[in-house]
């Protein structure tokens, strides 16, 4: 089992806002993404260390796979009660990296169809992209590939993303597993989210619990490293629709 499959459990602490919580400084994940910056030979990427920047990373994904469970969780570190699909809804977070601020925009989107023509108006100026999926629900693992990376891919070629199994703690819970052997289906296994990021080539495969809080705080650790740090060796540009 690779590293990405086993549970992650970072510790990194924000001054969070959105009229929630604040927590105080840590260091594990600044000093991650401090040496990402410090290896970085970009003008550009070495200038965010000295001044106020922001990151902003959108999250898509079928409707009920979870996103903004995952956003809400993250902020307020308590699992919503109950489901309210999102048309749009941003969430605002300062990071501290290295010692400087940087503030971390969360964009809920729509993933039902109806949405689907006012949807990229939240795509300009994008950093990174999660890409959600659940892994209860082969049919949003299909969208994936289907849907989700040709739609950002269209409108933000250069921007990364990451692929994000959702909702990992339902594959131990009998009740969803005996819906889907009902169906002939099983739920996903970490290996192939893991096979899906090579072949669309995703920053990495990374999942969570937003119930649980399993892996949580490592998606956002490494969409932020995603961001400041593209993998590409081509520059990386912000999404700008055409």
């Given at each position: 089992m690779?590293?990405?499959c086993?549970?992650?459990?970072?510790?990194?602490?924000?001054?969070?806002?959105h009229?929630i919580v604040?927590?105080s400084?840590?260091?594990?994940?600044s000093?991650?993404?401090r040496?990402?910056?410090?290896?970085?030979?970009?003008?550009?990427?070495?200038?965010?260390?000295?001044e106020?920047?922001?990151?902003?990373?959108v999250?898509v994904?079928?409707?009920?796979?979870?996103?903004?469970?995952l956003?809400?969780?993250?902020?307020?570190?308590?699992?919503?009660?109950?489901?309210?699909?999102?048309?749009?809804?941003?969430?605002?977070?300062?990071?501290?990296?290295?010692?400087?601020?940087y503030?971390?925009g969360?964009?809920?989107t729509?993933?039902?169809?109806?949405?689907d023509?006012?949807?990229p108006?939240?795509?300009?100026?994008?950093?990174?992209?999660l890409?959600?999926?659940?892994?209860?629900?082969?049919?949003?693992?299909?969208n994936?590939?289907e849907k989700?990376v040709?739609e950002?891919?269209h409108h933000?070629?250069?921007t990364?993303?990451?692929l994000v199994?959702?909702?990992v703690?339902l594959?131990?819970?009998?009740?969803?597993l005996?819906?889907l052997?009902?169906?002939k289906?099983?739920?996903?296994?970490c290996?192939?989210?893991?096979?899906?990021?090579?072949?669309?080539?995703?920053?990495?495969?990374?999942?969570c619990?937003a119930l649980?809080?399993?892996?949580?705080k490592?998606v956002f650790?490494?969409?932020i490293?995603?961001?400041l740090?593209?993998?590409d060796?081509?520059?990386?540009?912000r999404?700008?629709?055409?």
């Amino acid at each position: 089992m690779s590293d990405t499959c086993k549970a992650q459990n970072i510790s990194w602490n924000l001054n969070r806002t959105h009229v929630i919580v604040q927590t105080s400084a840590g260091t594990e994940v600044s000093r991650n993404v401090r040496e990402a910056l410090e290896r970085s030979t970009s003008p550009a990427l070495r200038l965010r260390a000295n001044e106020m920047q922001t990151i902003k990373c959108v999250v898509v994904g079928d409707g009920a796979v979870g996103k903004t469970c995952l956003l809400i969780s993250y902020t307020t570190n308590k699992f919503p009660s109950e489901y309210v699909p999102t048309v749009f809804d941003n969430y605002a977070v300062t990071v501290m990296i290295g010692g400087e601020p940087y503030t971390l925009g969360l964009f809920d989107t729509a993933g039902q169809e109806d949405y689907d023509r006012l949807r990229p108006l939240s795509y300009p100026q994008t950093d990174v992209f999660l890409v959600c999926f659940s892994v209860v629900s082969p049919s949003s693992f299909e969208n994936v590939r289907e849907k989700w990376v040709p739609e950002i891919s269209h409108h933000c070629p250069r921007t990364p993303f990451l692929l994000v199994g959702t909702q990992v703690d339902l594959r131990d819970d009998s009740n969803t597993l005996e819906k889907l052997a009902k169906n002939k289906q099983r739920a996903l296994a970490c290996e192939s989210g893991e096979k899906l990021a090579r072949e669309l080539k995703a920053v990495k495969y990374v999942e969570c619990s937003a119930l649980t809080q399993r892996g949580l705080k490592n998606v956002f650790d490494e969409a932020i490293l995603a961001a400041l740090e593209p993998p590409d060796t081509k520059p990386k540009k912000r999404c700008v629709l055409l």
